[in-house]
């Protein structure tokens, strides 16, 4: 006996499209494999490469440390490092927020540059800094609430966004994109400041990018967001202390405190 259904048009779209919805959430995941585990006792860790070069921060120092040579940089009148950003290897940035400050070093830790946006008009107050194009960085000023593309070599502006009404948390940049997390959204801009993608925050508070892919992190466990999706996947981990981590290509770094792991990421 043959048994014939008929669904409405509408309900047969409605069918169609959580059907596809359960397949496609049962066939993403991703795995992370164990490559490596290294011993590193610093403050922080800030980033490392396939050609065994780290970058780290102990104390006020930063440092880079290659199979050949280790390198530091101490600014003693600037003190505390916020953050640093080695998206462009030769135009390395660090952040001392108290002082207002941004001091651009090159590959071997000289400085080359000193922003200083105490002594730039209009002022501006960044609370959150990263890379751009050319001879640019991504700012989120808190005097405006906006997040602009800044030119240090002209003190000038290229781009900036609409004010945005929520507390930010982090910032990651390449040369073509910016994503700003805030506590509401997350935020994807282009190179002229126009928001081209925002999703709803699901409690993150981290996050890092790598060929437009994204991970961040909520607690103690870290999601993966594709290139040109929206939705959030869980990382396979094992159980294990997150204190930083990193995205360089298919390769995900973990630092516990005491310990360096690297891990293959594998996306089915």
Same mark, same amino acid.
């Given at each position: 006996?043959?048994?014939?259904?008929?669904?409405?048009?509408?309900?047969?779209?409605?069918?169609?499209?959580?059907?596809?919805?359960?397949?496609?959430?049962?066939?993403?995941?991703?795995?992370?494999?164990?490559?490596?585990?290294?011993?590193?006792?610093?403050? +922080?860790?800030?980033?490392?490469?396939?050609?065994?070069?780290?970058?780290?921060?102990?104390? &006020?120092?930063?440092?880079?440390?290659?199979?050949?040579?280790?390198?530091?940089?101490?600014?003693?009148?600037?003190?505390?490092?916020?953050?640093?950003?080695?998206?462009?290897?030769?135009?390395?940035?660090?952040?001392?927020?108290?002082?207002?400050?941004?001091?651009?070093?090159?590959?071997?830790?000289?400085?080359?540059?000193?922003?200083?946006?105490?002594?730039?008009?209009?002022?501006? &107050?960044?609370?959150?800094?990263?890379?751009?194009?050319?001879?640019?960085?991504?700012?989120?000023?808190?005097?405006?609430?906006?997040?602009?593309?800044?030119?240090?070599?002209?003190?000038?502006?290229?781009?900036?966004?609409?004010?945005?009404?929520? +507390?930010? =948390?982090?910032?990651?940049?390449?040369?073509?994109?910016?994503?700003?997390?805030?506590?509401?959204?997350?935020?994807?801009?282009?190179?002229?400041?126009?928001?081209?993608?925002?999703?709803?925050? +699901?409690?993150?508070?981290?996050?890092?990018?790598?060929?437009?892919?994204?991970?961040?992190?909520?607690?103690?466990? =870290?999601?993966?967001?594709?290139?040109?999706?929206?939705?959030?996947?869980?990382?396979? =981990?094992?159980?294990?202390?997150?204190?930083?981590?990193? =995205?360089?290509?298919?390769?995900?770094?973990?630092?516990?405190?005491?310990?360096?792991?690297?891990?293959?990421?594998?996306?089915?």
């Amino acid at each position: 006996m043959i048994v014939i259904l008929y669904f409405s048009p509408m309900k047969f779209t409605l069918y169609i499209f959580l059907l596809s919805t359960l397949v496609l959430h049962s066939q993403t995941t991703v795995t992370a494999t164990l490559k490596t585990s290294s011993k590193l006792d610093v403050t +922080e860790f800030v980033d490392a490469d396939n050609l065994g070069t780290t970058y780290y921060i102990n104390q &006020n120092e930063f440092s880079k440390q290659s199979p050949q040579q280790t390198l530091h940089y101490t600014n003693l009148q600037l003190g505390h490092i916020n953050d640093v950003n080695t998206f462009n290897p030769l135009r390395l940035n660090l952040f001392y927020r108290n002082f207002n400050t941004i001091i651009i070093l090159d590959n071997r830790l000289a400085e080359i540059f000193k922003i200083d946006f105490n002594s730039i008009s209009p002022y501006r &107050n960044p609370s959150h800094v990263s890379t751009g194009y050319d001879t640019t960085l991504w700012l989120f000023n808190d005097n405006t609430q906006q997040l602009e593309l800044f030119d240090y070599k002209t003190n000038t502006l290229r781009a900036s966004t609409t004010p945005i009404n929520s +507390e930010v =948390l982090d910032i990651t940049s390449n040369y073509n994109w910016c994503w700003l997390l805030t506590k509401e959204y997350l935020y994807q801009f282009n190179y002229v400041g126009s928001l081209v993608q925002k999703i709803k925050n +699901e409690g993150f508070t981290k996050l890092d990018e790598s060929n437009e892919n994204i991970v961040l992190q909520k607690d103690n466990e =870290l999601f993966y967001l594709k290139k040109d999706t929206s939705s959030f996947i869980k990382i396979n =981990l094992p159980d294990l202390l997150i204190k930083q981590f990193l =995205l360089t290509n298919e390769t995900l770094y973990i630092y516990n405190l005491k310990t360096l792991n690297q891990f293959h990421l594998k996306t089915s």
